[in-house]
């Protein structure tokens, strides 16, 4: 096991159709105006941008991000990260009851020094950390679902 690697999965039933969904997860740059720990985020031309993140533990990450996919017919965003974590991620919507599922999947390296050193003893706090992130930002998606 790589105690630097993770990986998530999340998944976000939500009362709304799959292309509203859609509609705001494709503008990362949005993402801090409806999800408090999406500290900030800016697109710059030709697909790529940058975030910062911070959920409750008191540290950032920075990252580089930048499109591998858009696709809405399949309902389908994807990124690479670089910078404090390197990996990918991708959002994926699809009709699922009466609304959409968003299912959202991540994997990712540790880059930042002091998170590697924590690694070990820290694993499972860093893992709880980003439950408590997605369980706010799927509550900041309804919200912002119900304003648009």
């Known amino acids: 096991m790589n105690r630097n690697r993770y990986r998530f999965r999340s998944l976000w039933a939500l009362p709304a159709p799959p292309a509203a969904v859609y509609a705001v997860l494709e503008h990362a ?50 990124a690479a990260l670089s910078g404090d974590i390197d990996g990918w991620v991708r959002w994926t919507v699809t009709p699922g009851g009466p609304g959409t599922l968003a299912r959202y999947d991540q994997e990712v390296h540790v880059r930042k020094p002091l998170l590697r050193r924590l690694a070990l003893p820290a694993r499972p706090l860093f893992r709880l950390n980003h439950r408590l992130m997605m369980w706010a930002g799927r509550r900041g998606l309804l919200r912002r679902l119900r304003a648009v």
């Open 29 to 78: 740059e949005d993402y801090p105006r409806w999800w408090p720990q999406v500290r900030a985020a800016t697109r710059l031309p030709g697909g790529t941008g940058t975030i910062t993140i911070r959920s409750v533990l008191p540290y950032s990450l920075t990252c580089t991000v930048r499109e591998i996919r858009r696709d809405p017919a399949a309902g389908v965003l994807e």
